[in-house]
């Protein structure tokens, strides 16, 4: 189905959407984006979004040309165009077009892209009876060699990781970081429960900030959950009483399964399913 896209400040049909084989963002994965979902026509959290692309687009020094208003206003635009009540948002911004070397600053034209699309959402089946999952031999990109909280155009890291995933049957794939530790999946935080304690990675685990992750967070706390944000292993996860993921697209989804051993009971949780239902709520509400 044809989209109308913005790209630069115009709404255009997707067919016209197109960036220069010389932009950067393809050449060298030169670039930011987001990924956002909109519920009844209303984008969740997107000053959060919003905030964290354009602290990507800092990290790797590259000026976003329209201000964050002007952003949130094209986002809202872009979904209203295209009669989107409940779809997927993707924010791109690339370095632009330049020459065939590596010199950033020889480009000066940043491309601005909004992609509002339906959305392609797990089976209500995996919400059910839960993810089985494995840690790949893939680590987490070294903080000191690209930030996993830069959310970069360059997903190769995570691609490696997923490709490893899906050989073994599996949607979703753990990362660990350089240090052995428990980062993140290849495109979704990582949760554990304990003795009614929720457990996830802290940021410096080299993982992304999780937008939804911060919501989570946030609904635990409110309803009297201990958070606590450590350094896990994955002696960790196997002895787990629960562990979910959660993300935009898959919002907070159980795992039941790691590496061929049953996490708790090999069944959803209590905290889980509650948590799961609660942000359901909250991005519906
Ligand atoms: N980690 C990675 C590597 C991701 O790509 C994503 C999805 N953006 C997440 C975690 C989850 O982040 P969010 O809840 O903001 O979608």
């Known amino acids: 189905m ?14 016209q959407a197109t960036v220069s084989v010389f932009d950067h963002g393809l050449l060298y994965g030169d670039g930011v984006f987001e990924g956002l979902r909109s519920y009844n026509g209303k984008v969740f959290r997107l000053e959060q979004h919003v905030r964290r692309l354009y602290e990507s687009a800092r990290a790797i ?23 989107i009540q409940d779809g997927y948002i993707r924010m791109i911004v690339t370095r632009g077009t330049g020459t065939l070397g590596l010199d950033p600053n020889r480009c000066s034209d940043p491309q601005v892209i909004i992609i509002a699309d339906s959305i392609a959402l797990y089976s209500e089946e995996l919400y059910e009876k839960g993810l089985e999952i494995i840690t790949t ?28 995933g899906l050989k073994a049957g599996c949607v979703e794939a753990l990362m660990l970081n350089h240090k052995g530790e428990v980062a993140e999946c290849t495109g979704d935080n990582i949760f554990l429960v304990r003795d009614g304690v929720l457990m996830t990675p802290p940021l410096d685990a080299g993982i992304l900030g999780g937008i939804t992750r911060d919501a989570v ?24 009483d629960e562990c979910f993921l959660t993300g935009t697209a898959a919002e907070v989804i159980p795992v039941v399964r790691v590496d061929d051993r049953d996490i708790g009971c090999g069944r959803p949780g209590p905290v889980t399913l509650n ?3 609660q942000f359901h709520d909250l991005a519906r509400s």
């Open 217 to 240: 967070v946030e609904l635990a706390e409110t309803a009297g959950i201990e958070v606590l944000k450590v350094s896990l292993t994955k002696h960790d996860v196997y002895v787990a």
């Open 2 to 15: 044809s989209r109308l896209v913005y790209i630069n400040g115009e709404m255009v049909p997707s067919e």
């Open 275 to 277: 948590l799961k239902d």
């Open 61 to 83: 020094r590259l000026a976003i040309p329209i201000s964050t208003a002007e952003m949130c206003k094209a986002t809202n635009h872009a979904v209203a165009a295209n009669g």
């Open 137 to 164: 031999s893939v680590i987490r990109n070294h903080p000191a060699a690209l930030s996993p909280r830069i959310k970069s155009l360059n997903y190769l890291n995570n691609i490696l990781a997923k490709l490893e």
